[in-house]
């Protein structure tokens, strides 16, 4: 399983990248794994307004079909376009050109709820 | 492909059959149609022969397999032997040759036939009223969820927007929530594998229009706090309703009606022994306590004296959700199904397939992960030891693997809180010699894996097609053919 020590990690499995007052967001490599072969990724639009743990998106693969859950509030603006065609992209760069969404954070007191690559590992390997 | 298609073989200009010389005069199409209307060139229907044609569906119908043919236990799915008398009763000439506009007096016997099938889905699950429209499962729990709807906004409840599902659900009963405009909330399964009574307290409220469930639920264990979780859900004013795809397991031995649900769907394509898979047709009833019974989808069968009609005045009903009466044909079969065995006989039928699937799980227990260490209803989930995980051999290639045994393989990731799951379910209808040949086979497979793993990986070797691409499938699917 690979991990990021830039990135914090959710239960859900998504990881972020806070840049500035934004954040990148993305499914782990242990999530990318566990679904296997991605077919299809549904992203929000930009503009929309998400709340911390609501459903963004869905993930499906060969095997299975999960929802995407925000990390933390804010409003999205920027979608991963490249992946409505290149959807193994995220099977392929988790961590890279596998990136879903980028969003304004409203509430930057959230990010402390989440967790770094350590506890990240040790929820992953506990479970 | 083992296969070409129909349009691939022949011979341009090639007839299976000879149409008598036309005795009236001819017209010529652009005559009869405006331009737009008429095809820029031919279509290109097959050309073959009769033979080329009867060679090439038999060869089709010998690729398939089906509970006919061999074991079939995936689990969820009910694959149980479907007895040929439903299909002579079927096809008796008043019920195959019916035409729906036929007028009521004419079709009484049809009629009767659907009001004891409302009657008797009603009495094995204690509830009040039925309707027979929906086609399946998922289209039943769709009717069943605006029916709860309707319900709640004729009581001015219109601000009850959530319904909760457990993790353990089949995918169907969210897509359905969300479909009727709800908001879907997942509550988690405890260490038994039933609901987390102290996290359905979390998210109950008056915001709750419902709970939906299955029972047994999909990894086959009865919820046996179901009195606990209907009291709270109807405490804080919202409903309960039945996923019909397990009752199967418990039919003559335990009620929805009793267990507090208020509506329930059945699958009479599982339980009632019609044929299914290959997308239908099959049927899923829905079922209600008296209160919602002014909702059900309209027209229902009712009885006048001893006479059947079609209730068509039924002001508060959420309308049609099928043409006509629904699968009729599939419901004269469930008919057959249920006066031949009787409520005895139906007791017997969950008898058999919660001992079976004990059966077969206990056969199985030292060789797989069994993650609910339970007695299990009509189904069980396992998963393959830890040390072929880690070998990188999957419940995927273990279900290829068992192609080549001649069995369907079983259900497998489902439900997704179990990793690596298998999912298996017997059925009351397989012998003990075919559940122990079943058994020493699978065992065989889970030994070819740990001392051959790329034998099992490969797998199957006996299909007419090996391993299909599904990734290039689902990605760039291709739907429909042109020639070139």
């Known amino acids: ?127 | 492909m083992t296969e070409k298609l129909i349009f691939e073989l022949g011979s341009p200009g090639r007839q299976g059959v000879t149409f008598a010389d036309n005795d009236v005069p001819e017209v010529s199409l652009d005559q009869l149609l405006p331009e737009a209307y008429l095809r820029e060139r031919q279509a290109p229907l097959p050309e073959v022969s009769e033979l080329d044609a009867v060679r090439h569906f038999v060869r089709l119908s010998r690729l398939n397999f089906g509970v006919d043919v061999g074991f079939y236990p995936l689990g969820s799915c009910t694959m149980k032997y479907n007895p040929k008398v439903a299909e002579d009763a079927a096809a008796l000439d008043g019920f195959a040759n019916l035409h729906p506009y036929q007028p009521e007096e004419l079709v009484q016997g049809a009629l009767q036939l659907m009001y004891e099938t409302q009657q008797d889905l009603a009495e094995l699950t204690g509830m009040d009223a039925f309707t027979l429209q929906p086609a399946a499962g998922a289209h039943g729990e769709m009717t069943g969820m605006l029916t709860i709807k309707a319900y709640l906004e004729s009581k001015g409840e219109t601000s009850r927007n959530k319904v909760i599902v457990p993790d353990s659900a089949h995918g169907t009963n969210p897509a359905t929530a969300a479909l009727c405009g709800f908001k879907v909330v997942e509550v988690k399964s405890d260490e038994r594998g039933n609901v987390d009574i102290e996290a359905l307290k979390q998210v109950i409220g008056p915001d709750v229009a419902a709970l939906m469930l299955t029972n047994p639920s999909t990894l086959g264990l009865f919820e046996d706090k179901i009195k606990a979780i209907a009291d709270l859900v109807h405490a804080a004013g919202g409903l309960l309703y039945y996923d019909g795809a397990n009752l199967n397991a418990v039919m003559g031995y335990a009620r929805p009606g009793d267990m507090g649900f208020d509506v329930v769907h059945l699958n009479l394509h599982k339980t009632f022994a019609t044929p299914h898979g290959g997308g239908g047709p099959g049927a899923g009833p829905v079922g209600v306590k008296e209160a919602l019974a002014p909702f059900l989808p309209k027209p229902v069968v009712t009885k006048e004296g001893e006479h059947y009609q079609l209730d068509e005045n039924r002001p508060q009903s959420i309308g049609r959700v099928k043409a006509f009466n629904g699968n009729f044909s599939v419901v004269v079969k469930a008919y057959t199904y249920l006066r031949a065995l009787g409520g005895r006989g139906l007791k017997e039928v969950s008898e058999y397939a919660v001992l079976n699937a004990n059966y077969l799980m206990k056969r199985l227990a030292t060789h797989v992960r069994i993650p609910y260490q339970r007695v299990c209803m009509h189904e069980f989930v396992a998963s393959p030891p830890q040390e072929l995980t880690e070998q990188g051999v999957k419940t995927l290639d273990i279900a290829k693997r068992l192609l080549d045994y001649g069995y369907h393989p079983p259900t497998v990731y489902f439900p997704l809180i179990v990793e690596e799951a298998i999912m298996l379910e017997p059925t009351e209808t397989e012998s003990k010699e075919t559940l122990d040949q079943f058994a020493d086979n699978f065992i065989k497979v889970l030994e070819e894996a740990k001392e051959n793993p790329e034998l099992v990986k490969q797998a199957p070797y006996t299909t007419p097609v090996r391993r299909l691409d599904e990734v290039t499938a689902a990605r760039k699917p291709v739907l429909g053919w042109l020639p070139e």
């Open chain 1, 1 to 127: 399983m690979k991990l990021q020590a830039d990135l914090k990690y959710s239960k859900e499995h998504e990881w972020i990248r806070v840049e500035g007052s934004r954040a990148v967001i993305g499914i782990t490599d242990f999530a990318q794994d566990s679904l296997g072969d991605i077919v299809f990724v549904e992203l929000p639009s930009v503009g929309e307004s998400l709340e911390v743990e609501d459903t963004f998106g869905v993930v499906e693969s060969v095997k299975t079909a999960s929802d995407l859950y925000a990390p933390v509030s804010g409003k999205v603006v920027e979608v991963n376009e490249a992946l409505a065609d290149s959807p193994e992209l995220v099977n392929r760069e988790p961590y890279g050109q596998g990136w879903m969404i980028v969003v304004e954070i409203s509430d930057v007191s959230q990010l402390e709820n989440l967790m770094d690559a350590e506890q990240y590992q040790k929820m992953v390997e506990e479970a």
